[in-house]
């Protein structure tokens, strides 16, 4: 149904294809070519300075000498500086051999492919961390050896004392304006200090065995392990993919709702790896001053590279990639949510009902044309435009103006000749630059707000693949549940865990982990050692609706609501097969006065008409409930119940072919998104008033007859219910299953609710309740409760205590 996104990597067929131009090997690119011609001034530039040089120093002999002439000062000076004319010769005999070398190929391809050709195969045999270190200190070497060189010509002594005397002879030559400079220098060192010390923090970086976490303690996202897996071999081995023409993967994102094991997986590849791992904290690239996030990406990144020609790869981690990656509310976000989203905060037309990707089916000039068609003018009618995108603070992003540009910077400039000697000092000698080794750093990152990702950061060649870590499915709950309840003490078995996982359908990781430790502390709260199943079930209930409020309702009051949400339950049980009940509860929390809750007992992706039918169903049961037991009568609890199923049914008629027209309200309509109905352009009228809105409540009407006689049917298991959530204020989805069905329940005995006694109690309890509420009066029969002598039931009324009316 929907559009699948297939990765896969094609090699070419070396055997069949064809063949690649001479133009790509450079052995033949080299063959019967020449040196490229250098410019007159490149050419003479050196001999011009080198001349200039000695000639300076034998103007400077005559100066100091009147009686001394040219001939006699050139004579002096070709011996006493005649490394000047030795370094002049060399540049001659470099500038010969470049002319040759641009007019006979064959002598320049001897000295470029066997002489230097030669010298540089011979030292490509050490890898690329020892030629780095040698260069580094044969450089430093030749520097101070030149010092010690010219400090002991100048002074008369030999090198080394010329050398030691090089800090004294620079001060004192240095003038007192040199000396001001300096001092100011010292100042602005001070603050680039500052600066440097600003840009550090909040990068760690791991080793291999630093971290002891594992794939195997990944639970329930096997199948995006596995890809995980396949990048961390190919930067493992990376001649793998290489060989056959292609490139290790260099960048990664995980993405999806907060707890699924994003940050899990990447402590995995930190314990799995051989290779070092650093970590980026989200807040790392926060500060206080413009330009520090920008300093520190570019020292994230240098530290990177050595890591990288080090170690032979590396794997840095950006956790909640969103505070870093986006351009602020400016941009609309690199995942569908550029100019095409209607609301801002709510998904479009085009996402509203969770089937296929309509648009994946159009061509891409029909797709932009519906989308151009799908927003309104922000003229029309006078109304403002769908989006207002510019906030202040926009293109500054999480990590400060400019920190995300030098991010993308440095994820596309990894192949830039680096160094200064390799960039500069090579070029000014008429040498090209060496291009670098080849960094192979996988960039990770994780997010729950993909959304908020900018569009440049996603494209490929900085991030490669993207996966999403959603919910887990069934089978993955089940196995997480396993496992951390293997770490404690418990009583399930086999067939409680798996219906445990079918109870929790958007449970993570993180929120099953919570789970087992709370019912632990209900069990210890107990008194006991082990974790029961009633354990589970009251800490799963704190979870996910929280702790009820410390309410009591007056006893009309309180037997009104039990009834409500009897009759969701009883509408749900019989009706629905998509869904099963997962708790009923009267117990108030905050607005909210009791709830029943349902869950999906399959991973099913799309719906049907016949399910959405019984869930519009569900939501009228409770208008119909009230006005069947209390005679016409109702509460306005039934609000929230008429607002969804309203919505659904226009949705169903208006989106999802679900009703008597094939048109789309999505283009007739500005939109039905999330929350918002709006009405047409330029219309005062209601939506309710069109011919569509008449089409909605003619379906609503007839969902509500079908609603009526299915709870005319079933009046003494409402009655049943009802008691059961007065009796025991929350019930468990099974145990109202086993009310209904006159069945034994996990934690009540649904059988005597089907007696005659019950029954009969039942129903003249409800009478009293009705005659209170129409007299608004306190209730004349008590509650009916089961007393207990450890086995057999009855049915006995007992006296409450009175309570004082509101």
């Not at 050196?46 to 006699?72: E, K, Q, R, T, Y």
């Not at 500038?95 to 070398?101: A, E």
């Not at 409930?625 to 969804?644: K, P, Q």
């Not at 949705?651 to 094939?662: C, D, H, K, V, Y």
Request: aromatic share 8%.
């Amino acid at each position: 149904m929907g559009a699948h996104r297939v990765e896969s990597l094609a090699w070419p067929d070396h055997d069949s294809g064809p063949t690649p131009p001479p133009e790509s090997d450079p052995a033949r690119r080299e063959e019967g070519v020449t040196r490229k011609p250098l410019a007159f001034w490149d050419r003479t530039k050196f001999l011009i300075l080198l001349s200039g040089a000695w000639l300076v120093v034998v103007w400077a002999a005559m100066a100091d000498d009147p009686n001394l002439s040219f001939p006699d000062a050139v004579r002096i000076h070709s011996r006493s500086s005649g490394w000047l004319l030795v370094l002049l010769v060399l540049e001659g005999v470099r500038q010969l051999h470049y002319v040759v070398s641009e007019r006979l190929a064959g002598y320049h391809q001897f000295w470029s492919q066997t002489v230097f050709g030669g010298i540089e195969r011979r030292t490509g045999r050490l890898n690329d961390w020892n030629r780095f270190r040698l260069a580094r200190a044969v450089k430093g070497v030749l520097l101070v050896s030149l010092l010690a060189v010219l400090m002991g010509r100048v002074y008369g002594v030999s090198p080394l004392q010329g050398l030691f005397r090089l800090p004294s002879a620079v001060w004192q030559a240095l003038p007192l304006l040199l000396q001001v400079l300096f001092l100011m220098a010292a100042v602005v060192l001070q603050f680039v200090a500052i600066f440097w010390f600003l840009s550090k923090g909040g990068v760690d970086v791991y080793f291999p065995d630093d971290i002891k976490t594992r794939f195997r303690d990944v639970w329930g996202q096997d199948a995006v392990v596995e890809r995980v897996k396949e990048n961390i071999v190919f930067l493992e081995n990376p001649e793998s993919i290489e060989e056959k023409g292609g490139y290790v993967p260099g960048g990664l994102l995980l993405w999806g709702p907060p707890g699924t094991g994003k940050t899990l997986m990447a402590e995995a590849v930190a314990g799995e790896t051989g290779k070092p791992y650093v970590f980026v904290d989200p807040g790392a690239f926060t500060n206080m001053f413009m330009g520090v996030g920008i300093l520190k990406v570019k020292s994230l990144f240098r530290k990177l590279r050595k890591l990288a020609v080090r170690y032979g790869g590396v794997i840095v981690f950006f956790d909640e990639a969103d505070s870093l990656g986006s351009r602020g509310a400016l941009a609309g976000g690199g995942w569908n949510g550029g100019a095409h989203a209607p609301l801002v905060g709510a998904p479009d037309s085009w996402e509203a009902l969770t089937a296929c990707n309509g648009l994946g089916y159009a061509s891409p000039p029909a797709a932009s044309s519906v989308l151009r068609a799908e927003q309104p003018s922000s003229t029309q009618g006078g109304r403002p435009p769908l989006v207002a995108r510019f906030i202040m603070g926009a293109g500054m992003g999480g990590g400060g103006m400019g920190t995300l540009q030098a991010l993308l910077a440095e994820l596309s400039g990894l192949k830039k000749p680096r160094g200064f000697t390799n960039r500069v000092l090579r070029r000014v000698l008429g040498m090209r630059p060496k291009p670098p080794p080849k960094y192979r750093i996988l960039v990770m990152m994780a997010t729950n707000m993909p959304q908020a990702l900018d569009e440049a950061l996603l494209r490929p060649g900085r991030i490669d693949r993207i996966y999403k870590v959603g919910y887990p499915s069934k089978e993955g709950r089940k196995r997480t549940y396993v496992g951390y309840l293997d770490k404690v003490s418990h009583e399930l078995n086999d067939d409680q865990i798996d219906k445990l996982a079918v109870m929790t359908p958007y449970a993570t990781g993180a929120t099953i982990k919570d789970t087992v430790n709370e019912a632990l502390v209900v069990a210890i709260r107990a008194g006991r050692e082990a974790i029961t199943w009633a354990d589970i079930l009251k800490a799963k209930q704190l979870k996910e609706h929280g702790l009820p409020d410390e309410f009591e309702y007056i006893e009309r009051e309180r037997h009104a609501v039990a009834l409500h949400e009897a009759c969701h339950a009883v509408v749900a049980h019989r009706l629905r097969k998509h869904m099963v009940i997962d708790m009923a509860t009267i117990e108030r929390r905050g607005d909210v006065g009791g709830f029943v809750s349902s869950i999906p007992p399959e991973d099913q992706f799309v719906g049907w008409k016949s399910e959405r039918e019984t869930d519009v169903m569900v939501f009228l049961a409770s208008l119909a409930g009230e006005r069947l037991f209390f005679g016409g009568d109702n509460s306005e609890g039934v609000g929230g119940d008429l607002r969804g199923a309203t919505f659904l049914a226009m949705r169903m008629e208006g989106f999802a072919g679900m009703g008597s027209t094939l048109a789309s309200r999505a283009i007739t309509l500005a939109g039905i998104t999330g929350s918002q109905m709006a009405v047409e352009d330029g219309a005062d009228r209601s939506v309710m008033d069109t011919d569509f809105g008449r089409r909605v409540e003619a379906n609503l009407a007839q969902l509500y007859d079908r609603t009526w006689g299915l709870l005319e049917d079933n009046r003494f298991e409402v009655l049943a219910v009802t008691h059961a959530l007065e009796t025991h204020r929350t019930v468990s989805g099974e145990d109202v299953v086993a009310i209904i069905e006159g069945e034994r329940g996990p934690l009540i005995d649904g059988r005597p609710y089907h007696q005659p006694e019950f029954i009969a109690l039942a129903e003249e309890y409800h009478e009293r309740a009705v005659a209170a509420h129409e007299g608004h009066s306190k209730v004349e029969l008590p509650l009916p409760v089961w007393a207990t002598d450890g086995q057999a039931l009855q049915l006995e009324p007992v006296i409450e205590k009175p309570k004082a009316e509101d």
